[in-house]
């Protein structure tokens, strides 16, 4: 049998009441989810090839007709055609305006920034996760036009974005500070967004703050990794035990890490945190590897985020 036949090849992390978890294309075209806790053991080995996951149509997935092989470097498990072919049916790009859930509109905050967006009601918290809100709230609920005139009016008359950029979200982890700073602050946009005339078909009912550190298992003083993972290639291990996990990346703390660019012969190593970017990860045969491999993927140094220093030591969460 072919390995294309055999291979589990991950979709990336997921959020759910339940915590974060990898969630892998199975052999037979289903999913499996495999809890993804702080202070687990990640190991695993990247098999022959990366091909395309096909994509969710009307709750559930539909596989690749082509079995795209996809490049190391792209950020998704989608090759262009599946890709095209979701965005026909997508709330996020409104090709799907007569979607009948209820939405709700929401402020979450990235540490320097607020952003007000939309998800639909029944995912509750999964939305906010995964796109790794520091904190966030809810405003009104109701059909998804108008959650879309809301998200449009909170970005015309208080300046709120819609969409922040991923470098932003990652500086804001190296010094989240007290959840109740960030409350303070989300409720005082609250306060201004409840003197604007609120779009019909939206019940303006806000909640209160909700913080998401504590899922993440990020800590106040916040996380600094010294080392990010580069695109894959067959071969390779990934290995770390699971310091955080914040939207779809996770961060590990390693030993024996392998400097970017140097040979076995002239080998450079230093222990520290590397950052995993899932979408990297997405449609690689990816196989378990033993605990104690030592990590052998790639990874480029990081730059520190300003007021850091790169070699303040990350206290431990497990």
């Known amino acids: ?97 007569d979607d009948p859930r209820e939405f709700r509109v929401y402020l979450a905050h990235h540490g320097s920034v607020v952003k007000a967006g939309i998800t639909a009601a029944q995912r509750g918290q999964a939305r906010l996760l995964e796109q790794g809100a520091l904190s966030s709230l809810f405003l009104s609920t109701g059909t998804l036009v108008s959650a879309r005139r809301c998200e449009s009016l909170l970005t015309t008359a208080l300046g709120l974005p819609q969409q922040v950029h991923t470098a932003r979200k990652r500086a804001a982890r190296a010094a989240p500070g007290a959840a109740s700073s960030r409350a303070a602050e989300l409720s005082a946009v609250v306060g201004r967004a409840a003197a604007l005339d609120w779009p019909p ?91 104690d491999a030592q990590p052998t993927a790639s990874a480029s140094p990081v730059a520190a985020p300003a007021g850091t220093s790169p070699g303040t030591e990350q206290d431990a969460l497990f």
Do not use: F, N
């Not at 078909?201 to 600094?224: N, R, S």
């Not at 990010?228 to 996990?245: A, K, N, Y």
């Not at 660019?261 to 990816?286: E, H, I, K, Q, Y």
């Open 201 to 291: 078909g939206q019940t303006w009912d806000p909640t209160e703050p909700a913080d998401h550190t504590v899922v993440y298992g990020l800590a106040d003083d916040g996380v600094v990794p010294m080392w990010q993972l580069d695109p894959l290639r067959p071969g390779v291990t990934v290995t770390g035990e699971v310091l955080c996990r914040v939207g779809r990346d996770v961060y590990l703390t390693t030993t024996g890490r392998t400097a970017a660019g140097r040979t076995a012969s002239g080998r450079m190593t230093s222990d520290g945190v590397l950052l995993v970017d899932t979408g990297l990860l997405a449609g690689w045969d990816l196989r378990r590897a033993d605990p």
């Open 1 to 97: 049998m072919s390995e294309e036949r055999t291979a589990w090849r991950p979709t990336g992390l997921t959020w759910s009441d339940d915590g974060a978890a990898l969630e892998w294309l199975t052999p037979a075209g289903g999913t499996r989810t495999s809890p993804l806790a702080v202070g687990a053991r990640l190991a695993l080995t990247v098999g022959v090839d990366r091909r395309c996951l096909g994509l969710w149509w009307e709750g559930r997935r539909v596989p690749c007709v082509a079995g795209a092989l996809l490049d190391a470097t792209a950020k998704s498990g989608q090759c262009e055609s599946c890709a095209a072919i979701a965005r026909t049916r997508s709330v996020a790009t409104d090709t799907r305006l």
